[in-house]
């Protein structure tokens, strides 16, 4: 069965930076997009940024633009979100999530994610 595990959360000041992780495994993830989610209290589970496992092409909500890189090592089947210069409101448990995706036929909503991991809470301090 697929598992997505994420870890490398904690608390940050503002200003700060964390790399999270998702550990992938259960199936081959050619022709899979990998994504990074994250839901702050009392707010839906917002898209962050996906990567192409394929082709490594990769696409960012802009909230995180210039600030999250998510990259991936096919070789390790892991998925990395690199957060730089936190703020407060990047505070939330982040998600990593898989589906289907042919090219880059990029999808934001939850829903249409077939996998997920359990979630890693990062706290950033102001």
Do not use: H
């Not at 939330?92 to 289907?100: D, E, G, H, L």
């Amino acid at each position: 069965q697929v598992q997505l595990v994420e870890s490398g959360g904690g608390l940050v000041q503002a200003g700060g930076s964390l790399r999270l992780s998702c550990a992938a495994s259960g199936r081959t993830f050619t022709n899979y997009a990998m994504a990074w989610f994250r839901r702050s209290p009392g707010k839906e589970r917002d898209f962050v940024a996906a990567i192409s496992w394929t082709l490594g092409n990769t696409y960012y909500a802009d909230s995180v633009k210039g600030r999250f890189t998510i990259s991936r090592d096919n070789a390790k089947s892991t998925v990395y979100l690199q957060m730089n210069s936190l703020k407060p409101e990047d505070t939330a448990v982040y998600y990593c999530a898989a589906r289907y995706q042919l090219l880059t036929d990029w999808r934001i909503w939850a829903g249409e994610y077939d996998y997920w991991g359990q979630g890693t809470q990062v706290t950033v301090s102001s």
